[in-house]
């Protein structure tokens, strides 16, 4: 968006928009199938971490760019290429939830594994090729058709009351989870929201700075409500014996979406799973086309047909973490925390307008993304227990600090030598 033209509520809209995909909706109410209210954690942590961008919004509205023309503005070229590439690293996340969450619909309307995931990943190639400005409204009015049935989901399981007590419930049901891992995860996701580029370009785009910090407001309040509404719904459908026949947890909510469905009307249900496919092929197809421009930018030259692997290469990543088995949040919060790792410390002290030389910012990012892909690594292979993503985060944050710290020594030391005194 080159122009600034957005109001407070476009702003809020349009972030709300940005949060609420598959990954959200999905990723919850698998959550909620073993934790209740709590699996409204990640729809809580986006909003809070909404409200914590605008305490940002002002500085960044100022700059006028997203986080990595910020990064070369002031550190150059070289920085601001590797923030683009890092941002592949939060990106491959998102795309391995749609692909969980593609994978989930297809076995719900009769395809196994691997199919499932084979077939998602070739229609996502394909939407990846389409002209995505006119596909885009498609995709988002399926998503917003989700949203619907979610809401009618709701009033059809009677879970007014489990929504009107959702905060206490929440609240008393995060005792479910193990607190370090809980609070990483609040801290990933809800940092990410201030780092994201996804979001800064609708705060850039806002009529004034306080189009940009009222907007971020409203759409923390806004996350808030929406969070609250898969796993209310999932622990209605609980409670009343709706999930006997649920075979995969990550397919709770388009088992549910697509069960109240069937209520409408015969066929219907398949309806509402063909919406919640393309939404999920089309926010795949959109991240992985921000991904292919990510890695374009690194390409060593430009050809038709490394134009036509781009889009495999991003899919291939993606389908990586997808194959890792976590759950949708737990696939997107692993690789978040390499991102925060890498980026979060400079990030900080360009915001603080603090005076960083170049070294130390680079530092500071190789430092982070090294000792926290390692720890990942590390638990990918299985020599770390199940807390991983807080050793990679705090083992990131730690290094990025210390190389940044010995970056900066050894640039005040590098002084020209005293020549020696004449005899």
Same mark, same amino acid.
């Given at each position: 968006m080159?122009?600034? &033209?957005?109001?407070?509520? @476009?702003?809020a809209v349009l972030l709300i928009s940005a949060s609420y995909g598959i990954g959200? $909706?999905? %990723? +919850?109410?698998?959550?909620?199938? +073993?934790h209740g209210m709590a699996g409204a954690l990640y729809g809580v942590a986006t909003a &809070?971490?909404?409200?914590?961008?605008?305490?940002?919004?002002?500085?960044?509205?100022? /700059?006028?760019?997203?986080?990595?023309?910020l990064f070369g503005q002031r550190f150059g070229k070289p920085t601001q290429g590797a923030v683009a590439l890092l941002s592949l690293v939060w990106m491959a996340?998102?795309?391995?939830? @749609?692909?969980?969450? %593609? &994978?989930?619909?297809?076995? $719900?309307?009769?395809? !196994?594994?691997?199919?499932?995931?084979?077939?998602?990943?070739?229609?996502?190639?394909?939407?990846? @090729?389409?002209?995505?400005? &006119?596909?885009?409204?498609?995709?988002?009015?399926?998503?917003?058709? +989700?949203?619907?049935?979610?809401?009618?989901?709701? =009033?059809?399981?009677?879970?007014?009351?489990?929504?009107?007590?959702?905060?206490?419930? =929440?609240?008393?049901? #995060?005792?479910?989870?193990?607190?370090?891992?809980?609070?990483?995860?609040?801290? !990933?996701?809800?940092?990410? !929201?201030?780092?994201?580029?996804?979001?800064?370009?609708?705060? *850039?785009?806002? /009529?004034?700075?306080?189009?940009? *910090?009222?907007?971020?407001?409203?759409?923390g309040f806004g996350l808030v409500l929406l969070a609250f509404l898969p796993p209310a719904v999932v622990v209605a459908m609980e409670r009343a %014996?709706?999930?006997?026949?649920?075979?995969?947890?990550? @397919?709770?909510?388009? =088992? $549910? #979406?697509?069960?109240?469905?069937?209520?409408?009307?015969?066929?219907?249900?398949?309806?509402?799973?063909?919406? #919640?496919s393309l939404a999920a092929l089309g926010s795949g197809a959109a991240i992985a086309r921000a991904m292919t421009s990510a890695l374009a930018a690194i390409a060593p030259a430009r050809s038709v047909r490394l134009e036509l692997s781009l889009p495999v290469i991003a899919l291939a990543i993606g389908a990586a973490l997808a194959a890792r088995g976590q759950g949708i949040i737990d696939t997107m919060?692993?690789?978040?925390?390499?991102?925060?790792?890498?980026?979060?410390?400079?990030?900080?002290?360009?915001?603080?307008?603090?005076?960083?030389?170049?070294?130390?910012?680079?530092a500071a990012m190789a430092g982070g993304l090294v000792a926290s892909v390692a720890a990942y690594g590390a638990g990918w292979v299985g020599l770390l227990d199940a807390r991983i993503d807080t050793v990679s985060l705090l083992a990131g944050l730690g290094a990025s600090l210390l190389t940044a710290g010995a970056a900066l020594v050894l640039t005040r030391a590098n002084l020209p030598p005293i020549a020696a005194p004449r005899t």
């Open positions: 080159s122009t600034r &033209a957005l109001g407070a509520l @476009q702003v959200f $909706l999905f %990723g +919850s109410g698998e959550m909620a199938l +073993s &809070a971490g909404m409200l914590v961008l605008a305490l940002f919004a002002r500085p960044l509205w100022l /700059r006028g760019v997203p986080i990595w023309d996340g998102v795309l391995a939830a @749609q692909i969980h969450g %593609g &994978a989930a619909v297809m076995r $719900l309307l009769g395809l !196994a594994s691997p199919w499932d995931h084979l077939v998602v990943l070739l229609l996502i190639y394909v939407a990846t @090729q389409l002209d995505l400005s &006119a596909a885009s409204r498609v995709f988002a009015a399926c998503l917003a058709a +989700s949203g619907l049935a979610l809401a009618y989901a709701l =009033f059809a399981s009677e879970g007014l009351e489990v929504y009107r007590t959702a905060l206490p419930s =929440f609240v008393s049901d #995060l005792s479910t989870l193990d607190p370090v891992r809980a609070l990483t995860a609040a801290v !990933a996701v809800s940092v990410l !929201a201030c780092l994201g580029a996804d979001y800064h370009q609708f705060l *850039v785009a806002a /009529r004034r700075p306080a189009d940009a *910090v009222l907007g971020c407001v409203l759409a %014996g709706a999930l006997g026949d649920l075979a995969d947890a990550k @397919q709770v909510m388009p =088992f $549910l #979406l697509a069960r109240v469905a069937a209520t409408l009307g015969p066929g219907a249900d398949i309806v509402l799973l063909a919406a #919640l919060v692993s690789v978040n925390v390499i991102y925060i790792a890498s980026v979060a410390i400079p990030f900080v002290a360009l915001i603080a307008r603090r005076a960083v030389p170049v070294q130390c910012a680079t």
